[in-house]
């Protein structure tokens, strides 16, 4: 379990503009929202020392970030070969690394031209190796088709209805109309998202997130060296990385998960809150991994929020739009802000912790959720102000 | 006209299973110390950890776990002239899942838990894929 409770924070955080063409290489990327969040929080390039970040073969690696910005002294840099169940897990780590004496400030970051660049799931590979021997022979190739597969199996076992999916792109598109960094910043209705176009039955367009080009850091370091520095801390009160049994051989395959009407997160859960010495009625806000609608209803359930099977009737009613009970996702989402694999929603956090959201600020807010993951793995933190 | 759509690359561990496919039998790896039945293949029993393993025909009837209807192609040029088709988790009735399509119904008529049976497609002189279709009750 995580025991490092408020001894770590995030000082800084920086990203690129979210585009679907940046015409920039992704190490660019890298560094101008590594900059930034150094420049953010007050400090120097001399004063980081660590680098930590995660790619699917679609990023450049952390050595090559720390040269261009010229860091004079690099003592620890790490790739994770991940997707988006690790946005969350690097921040811990980078707690951990500093805990053991390795580094004293350390930058993390995800960067990709997920659009103009390398597209996750493009499935142009005729040669199914390894696991994906006995799923892409099938047409099963792309992650809105994986995750379709899963988010049906919700619908047989609870009932879960596309109206309840369109409730939260639609409150999460809301939001994003706050938002300068989003991509998609035009309103939707449920009777738009019913008339989205159908995907892969049971998503249509609308549950789908976006793919986006950019980079989005965050600087991790002691939180009483972050108390000198230029912005309120943000306390990295708890967290949690993992998942259940028969995790599968890569992110794709659930061939033997259990059950794809519930997630990682009920794995994590227990060790999540008790890390925190927090539970869910703690929580004044969450950032929910968002790569398609129905990934949040199994966090929410997972994370016991509501009972299993009872996220499609929870999100209603208003409960998670901005002046609710339980806001979500009030940058947007990766559904309407970009797909910074999860990252994003660690920026948002922060942001709204410190108070500094704009037109978006949720009053009060003291403690946030993150969550980074979508199936059979993934990585959640307690932020708090 | 040469096969367009992703082939399986059969490997020291899978190649009896495609072969099998080949023979118009569905295999299954069984542990030879605890006699578990297992799928997709592996060399240690996820049971008990033995190496010992033999290959064993499945009965090739199952039912349908979980399935998408796929309506828009990916990659567009491989698929458009495929879509809307089904991809399907079948659990088999020896307790394994395995990813399919179904076949011989409209996309529209699958439903969870329907009885469904294998039945072989060639792809390639070397790959035949197990596909499966709706069956009576077994």
């Known amino acids: 379990m995580y025991s490092l409770r408020d001894k770590y924070a995030i000082a800084g955080i920086g990203c690129t503009a979210f585009s679907k063409n940046s015409g920039r290489t992704v190490r660019s990327l890298a560094s101008e929202a590594s900059l930034a969040a150094i420049n953010d929080a007050g400090l120097k390039v001399a004063d980081v020392d660590g680098f930590v970040s995660f790619n699917f073969n679609d990023s450049v690696p952390a050595i090559s970030v720390a040269t261009e910005i010229g860091v004079p002294d690099v003592r620890y840099a790490n790739d994770f070969l991940s997707g988006g169940n690790a946005a969350n897990m690097i921040v811990l780590t980078a707690a951990a690394v500093i805990e053991a004496g390795l580094a004293e400030t350390v930058v993390c970051y995800r960067a990709m031209n997920g659009r103009s660049g390398f597209r996750l799931g493009g499935g142009r590979d005729l040669s199914a190796h390894g696991i994906t021997q006995f799923t892409a022979p099938f047409g099963w190739i792309t992650y809105p088709q994986a995750m379709a597969m899963w988010c049906r199996r919700h619908m047989i076992e609870y009932g879960t209805t596309a109206e309840q999916l369109g409730e939260i792109a639609v409150t999460f598109r809301g939001n994003a109309v706050d938002n300068p960094r989003a991509m998609q910043r035009e309103p939707i209705t449920l009777d738009d998202y019913m008339a989205s176009r159908m995907i892969v039955d049971p998503f249509r367009m609308l549950d789908i997130c976006l793919e986006t080009d ?172 | 006209m040469s096969y367009a759509k992703p082939l399986p690359v059969p490997d020291v561990e899978t190649r009896p299973f495609w072969d099998g496919c080949r023979e118009g039998k569905l295999l299954l790896q069984r542990c030879t110390d605890c006699g578990h039945k297992r799928f997709p293949p592996t060399h240690f029993c996820p049971n008990c950890r033995s190496a010992g393993q033999e290959w064993v025909e499945s009965s090739g009837h199952g039912r349908v776990f979980s399935w998408i209807v796929v309506r828009h192609p990916v990659p567009r040029d491989i698929y458009a002239g495929e879509v809307p088709y089904v991809v399907a988790l079948v659990t088999l009735d020896e307790g394994v899942r395995i990813a399919t399509n179904i076949i011989g119904c409209a996309p529209e008529a699958v439903t969870a838990d329907m009885p469904v049976r294998v039945t072989f497609r060639e792809a390639t002189p070397e790959i035949t894929l197990p596909l499966f279709e709706p069956a009576p009750a077994s």
Request: proline share 5%; net charge negative; charged share 20%.
């Open chain 1, 214 to 385: 950019g980079a989005c850091a965050v600087v991790v370091t002691k939180a009483e060296r972050a108390r000198d520095l230029r912005h309120k801390p943000v306390y990295i009160a708890g967290g949690a990385y993992g998942g259940g049994p028969n995790q599968g051989e890569d992110l794709f395959d659930a061939l033997r998960w259990p059950d794809h009407s519930h997630n990682y997160a009920k794995y994590i859960a227990d060790d999540l809150w008790r890390s925190a010495g927090m539970g869910p009625a703690d929580i004044d806000m969450a950032q929910i991994y968002d790569c398609f609608t129905y990934s949040v209803l199994m966090q929410l359930e997972g994370l016991g929020f509501c009972k299993e099977g009872e996220g499609g009737s929870f999100i209603g009613g208003g409960r998670i739009a901005r002046d609710g009970p339980l806001p979500l996702n009030t940058h947007g989402g990766l559904l309407s802000e970009g797909y910074i694999h999860g990252l994003n929603h660690v920026l948002e956090a922060v942001q709204q912790l410190r108070g500094d959201a704009g037109p978006r600020q949720v009053p009060g807010v003291e403690t946030c959720l993150t969550t980074a993951g979508a199936m059979t793995c993934g990585s959640a933190m307690v932020l708090r102000s």
